[in-house]
């Protein structure tokens, strides 16, 4: 048997292991072993499996996985999880993540880690819903009087008060979660399109509220994150 080093962190109940490849030799990352270690009962247990790698034009890449295996291209709130990990490890005031697209910058707030979360593009919409793009392809639903799509992230605004936003979310390889960074981003951005209006927003989801202001060429993210415990998972050889 050999061991692995990880992290486990969590924003608004969104929960990642973080594998950081900065420190330690990965394994090979296939479904297989993505869908052992991220299982709640047999494994650790988590929404995504976050791996970071050496980057030569950042502080760290990320690669996303779902606990089912898939690949993701973008993450919020497991961005500013890793963002608050790399700085506490690092001591920088604020740190760069390359993901497959784009690279962010994170940094600590008064009010938890804050990321630049880049474009966010309005690829097509309906009455019902309207579909945006951020590294990862979402679905915001306005009225829930459409089939959800299976190969996309769909967000359900449930409620909104003035610039208060209440959303469910469906992650794409993952299921109900309870928050989703990319997905609070998403739905502002749709708000902001649907509404003429760009104005920061809070967005209240299951397991807590996040804002999000900037804009559609830029979004950002903030709110709290935090560590919930470190461990070994032991491999077999």
């Known amino acids: 048997m050999t061991t692995l080093p990880f992290t486990k962190m969590q924003a ?38 976050l791996a970071l790698e050496a980057s030569e034009s950042a502080d760290a890449a990320m690669r996303i996985f779902n606990n089912d295996g898939s690949e993701a291209g973008n993450c919020g709130n ?21 993901l497959a697209d784009r690279t962010v910058q994170a940094e600590r707030t008064d009010n938890g880690i804050r990321v630049e979360m880049g474009t966010a ?10 579909d945006v793009e951020i590294g990862n392809p979402h679905s915001v639903f306005f009225e829930a009087v459409e089939h959800f799509p299976v190969d996309r ?15 469910d979310i469906i992650e794409r390889g993952a299921g109900h979660t309870l928050a989703c960074g990319s997905g609070a981003c998403a739905a502002t951005a749709a708000i902001w399109h649907a509404e003429s209006h760009v104005r920061p927003l809070t967005i209240e989801m299951p397991g807590g509220t996040v804002t ?19 461990g070994v998972f032991h491999l077999e050889a």
């Not at 992230?153 to 959303?167: K, L």
């Open 12 to 49: 608004q109940g969104n929960d990642f292991i973080i594998l950081n490849g900065l420190n330690h030799k990965l394994p090979e990352l296939t479904e297989a072993f993505i869908r052992t270690i991220t299982e709640r009962r047999y494994g650790i247990g988590c929404d995504q499996l």
């Open 78 to 98: 497991g961005l500013r999880c890793v963002g608050d990990l790399l700085m506490s490890e690092t001591g920088k005031d604020h740190v760069a993540i390359a």
């Open 212 to 230: 999000v202001s900037g804009s559609p060429d830029n979004l950002i993210l903030e709110g709290e994150v935090s560590k919930t415990f470190e």
């Open 121 to 130: 593009a309005i690829s097509g919409q309906t009455d019902a819903h309207i």
């Open 153 to 167: 992230n769909v967000e359900i605004i449930t409620g909104q008060i003035a610039d208060h936003v209440y959303i």
